[in-house]
């Protein structure tokens, strides 16, 4: 394999930097993280300034009428005023609301997190089936065109001893419709090579008509594969980013509910402000002041207590997913540890296989020319070599693709 070949770190790469799926997974993270800033910033005081200028038609005035007496003022300097102001709140106590608030959002960060963990490792997994399927498809266009060669140099040698009458002319035409049917096989090999390549090239961010020499080495762990199923199976339970994001989105559901029901009760909070009003009856035009406010909802109809109620059974409705989630993954870990080692027996079988196939083939052709065998031994004995080739590829690449399966099914990939 050439030193220029694009390997499957290099394509890892590549998609991971340009694939907009798993950049929008990231954005979501980025996004889940600065909502958790947010929350936290519920704890510090608010300051807020407000200006307002106000022209009237008609300003009214102060007008007092008493016994014996009658007083008219102007309130406003003139047809209009300014007035404005800042206002301080500082949340005092809020019966658990804002920890509870910013304890939820934490835990949406940090599923946020393990979803991007989780959507880095399926996307190596994507990325890994694809280039596999690349590998896969051109080891069937090499395997079609050897069909193809070796129909060929029969239908020659089948030629030539027609013309010299040593075999009749049915196997001269048996020997055609073979290679026709080989020639197929060939056209339709080529068109899954470029079928692969575009769906491998939409994986890593790169225009779809681009034909990369793909390294057929795979860095892949044999060592995993040879560890006990059940010490896989406690690892994948422990290290999977899909099993601690759903379970930090069941905890954050939970957490949203208890900040809910908080609003049921006291909430207390410390305000100042200064306030300007432009006027003409007041001693002052500027005021300052102080205090500690009190709210409690005590009734409301029953929206709080039902919209508490909705996020705590769907905290139990993740919880659910989250241990079916686990048996999921449980299953996951013995396919892949299964596969794999149906692909080692048969990798072991085929190679046997493909060697007592390809004599056979050459057998077949002596004994043909010796006019002791039969022109259908020979065709068999093509499909045979061709077919033994290609499952000795398959199961040497399912053996790759069942590692890298098995690696991302116990999280490591």
């Known amino acids: 394999m050439s030193s220029s070949a694009e390997s499957l770190s290099e394509a890892w790469q590549m998609g991971l930097s340009r694939n907009m799926e798993f950049a929008a997974v990231a954005a979501e993270a980025e996004s889940a993280r600065a909502a958790e800033s947010a929350a936290r910033a519920e704890r510090w005081p608010s300051l807020t300034a407000a200006a307002s200028y106000t022209q009237f038609d008609n300003a009214p005035q102060l007008d007092i009428v008493a016994a014996g007496m009658a007083l008219q003022a102007p309130i406003f300097p003139g ?14 106590y809020t019966s658990g609301r804002l920890s509870a608030q910013i304890g939820a959002a934490h835990k949406v960060a940090m599923g946020a997190a393990d979803s991007e963990a989780a959507a880095r490792s399926g ?54 419709v073979a290679l026709a049917n080989a020639e197929q096989l060939r056209v339709q090999a080529d068109n899954g090579v470029a079928l692969a390549y575009a769906g491998y090239n939409r994986l890593v961010g790169e225009p779809s008509e681009r034909t990369p020499e793909l390294d057929a080495v795979l860095p892949i762990e044999r060592a995993l594969s040879e ?72 009734f409301d109809g029953g929206v709080v207590r039902n919209r508490s109620e909705s996020l705590r059974r769907a905290s139990r409705a993740a919880q659910h997913r989250l241990d079916d989630l ?8 013995r396919q892949a540890w299964l596969d794999v080692r149906a692909a080692q027996a048969r990798i072991a079988a085929l190679r046997e296989a493909r060697a007592q196939a390809e004599e056979n083939l050459r057998m077949s052709r002596e004994l043909y020319g010796g ?7 020979v065709l068999d004995a093509v499909t045979l070599q061709i077919t ?26």
């Open 371 to 377: 006019e002791l065998g039969t022109n259908t031994q």
């Open 123 to 176: 996307l190596r997994m994507a990325i890994a089936t694809a280039y596999v399927n690349v590998l896969r498809s051109q080891r069937l266009l090499q395997a079609a065109q050897s069909s193809v060669t070796s129909l060929k140099a029969h239908a020659s040698d089948v030629k030539l001893m027609v013309e010299r009458e040593l075999v009749t002319r049915s196997d001269l035409l048996a020997a055609q």
């Open 79 to 92: 047809q209009s005023y300014a007035s404005g102001g800042v206002q301080l709140k500082l949340p005092l």
């Open 227 to 298: 560890q006990p199923l059940d010490q896989l199976i406690q690892s994948a339970l422990n290290s999977r980013s899909e099993i601690s994001a759903l379970g930090a989105q069941a905890d954050a559901l939970s957490l949203q509910s208890d900040a809910q029901r908080a609003l049921l009760l006291p909430q207390l909070a410390l305000s100042g402000g200064y306030t300007y009003v432009e006027n003409e009856i007041l001693d002052r035009q500027s005021f300052a002041a102080v205090g500690i406010g009190v709210s409690w909802n005590l």
């Open 388 to 413: 033994a080739t290609s499952n000795h590829d398959n199961a040497v690449l399912d053996e790759a693709l069942s590692l890298l399966a098995l690696e991302r099914a116990v999280g490591r990939l």
């Open 326 to 333: 686990r048996s999921q993954v449980q299953l996951e870990v």
